[in-house]
């Protein structure tokens, strides 16, 4: 049976890789951080979601251990059936400190997370309302759901109050929305969402994975960025990306919301809880942000002057309120051209092209740091021009 079942596998994979959209990795030989090995060579990093810069955090690592020296390796279990850890529940506590919120749930990943959030909480009689380029895990949740399904335009306020119009005759309506869009950087516009959810009496939830820790002067997210701290029904997000990098992720929210995910969220019920380690190292990563807002100013000072910088030496940038810039370049093979340049200098970024954004909108996406120092930032952008003048796209 597998010579059939592998002849077509290898017809796929031909093809994939026809379509140029094959997907190789590198292999990082260091530790992740502004500065990483690749094949035995010193490299930049601007491809990374490391925000904060807080992957290699020497405090963090400290926290690690002594977690797992306090608390063990792992858990071996589910928590309603062996329970939990005392670190569990205060890195619960620690996030909703964070976010303003009432209650917090753990999961192995936000893709859990979101994966586990519609299902126990909606029926066929609701309605989602969610937006076009959300997360995979999102779009991965609410096929779960049976709940009717509404597709909004990006950020479009004017499609989302159609659909829910649309939607008006459904028992409870949700919005849901990424804080920031990875692609175009962009930050959701949570004041007009929550203005039209007040008006069709609708609820929202968003997605932070990408602007917690980044967007609003103290890094709290959108609901920060728009004065709406606590009042949003439903947050997720994670611990992979700028809270620190290992794994882990949590809804957030209003508390009844967050006691029926205990008692029927599946990817909570039937998967492994967050080991002692990374649930330690949570723990201090959360004091850390409450003792200082220093790597989120650095953060926002190093994307400003990258952007300005760019933009000064006539690149084209989409406007962004994240740590995400989005270097347009609109032609599929110059994206790919470019980004293997910028490689050969040693600066990682990625190209990213049709099918993951629009036909011709392929672009450079950049992604800032608080790990990076100026001259690096200096040496990205100086490596950005020589190849930009090089293949064309600027004088
Ligand atoms: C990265 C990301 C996720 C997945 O997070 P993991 O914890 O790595 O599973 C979910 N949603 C959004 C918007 C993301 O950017």
């Known amino acids: 049976m597998y010579n059939k079942f592998q002849d077509y596998l290898k017809q796929e994979l031909a093809q994939i890789e026809a379509d140029g959209l094959y997907k190789n990795e590198r292999i990082i030989e260091s530790a992740q951080g502004a500065e990483i090995i690749v094949k035995g060579k010193k490299c930049l990093n601007f491809c990374a979601n490391n925000y ?16 797992m020296d306090a608390r063990g390796f792992g858990m071996s279990s589910v928590r309603f059936i062996c ?16 976010f303003g919120t009432e209650d917090t749930i753990l999961y192995a990943a936000c893709f859990d997370a ?24 999102i779009i991965d949740g609410v096929r779960l759901c049976k709940a009717q399904r509404f597709r909004y335009a990006n950020a479009d306020m004017a499609d989302l109050e159609a659909q829910l119009q649309a939607a008006k005759d459904c028992r409870f309506k949700l919005i849901v929305t990424d ?20 008006k069709y009496d609708a609820m929202v939830m968003v997605d932070e994975s990408h602007s917690a820790g980044v967007v609003g002067v103290t890094g709290r997210g959108v609901t920060e960025r728009f004065n709406l701290k606590g009042q949003i029904e439903i947050i997720t997000g994670t611990l992979g990306k700028a809270f620190g990098g290992a794994m882990g992720g949590f809804t957030t929210g209003k508390k009844e919301i967050i006691d029926m995910l205990r008692q029927r969220s599946r990817p909570y019920l039937f998967s492994n809880s967050m080991a002692p380690g990374l649930v330690a190292a949570g723990i201090r990563m959360f004091e ?22 760019m933009v000064a030496k006539g690149f084209d940038c989409k406007p962004s309120e994240s740590a995400i810039c989005a270097v347009m370049l ?7 051209k470019f980004a293997a340049r910028m490689q050969d200098e040693g600066i990682f970024v990625t190209g990213f092209y049709y099918p993951v954004v629009p036909k011709g909108q392929a672009r450079i996406r950049v992604q800032i740091s608080a790990a990076h120092e100026k001259e690096h930032l200096d040496k990205c952008i100086n490596a950005f021009v020589k190849i930009g003048q090089e293949l064309g796209v600027i004088k």
Not at 83 to 98: N, P, T, V, W, Y
């Open 330 to 336: 609109y032609d599929a093979p110059l994206s790919q």
């Open 114 to 137: 979101n994966g586990g959030v519609f299902e126990p909480l909606l029926g066929a009689e609701d309605a989602i309302i969610s937006d076009a380029l959300n997360h995979a895990s």
């Open 179 to 198: 804080g920031v869009f990875s692609m175009d950087g962009n930050v959701c516009p949570l004041d007009k969402i929550y203005e039209l959810a007040q």
């Open 52 to 67: 904060l810069g807080l992957a290699d955090n020497p405090q963090l690592i400290e926290a690690a251990k002594k977690g």
């Open 288 to 309: 850390m942000m409450s003792e200082t807002n220093e790597l989120q100013d650095k953060l926002h000072a190093n994307t400003e002057y990258f952007i300005r910088e």
């Open 83 to 98: 329970g939990c850890q005392d670190l569990h529940k205060e890195l619960e506590a620690k996030i909703s400190e964070f």
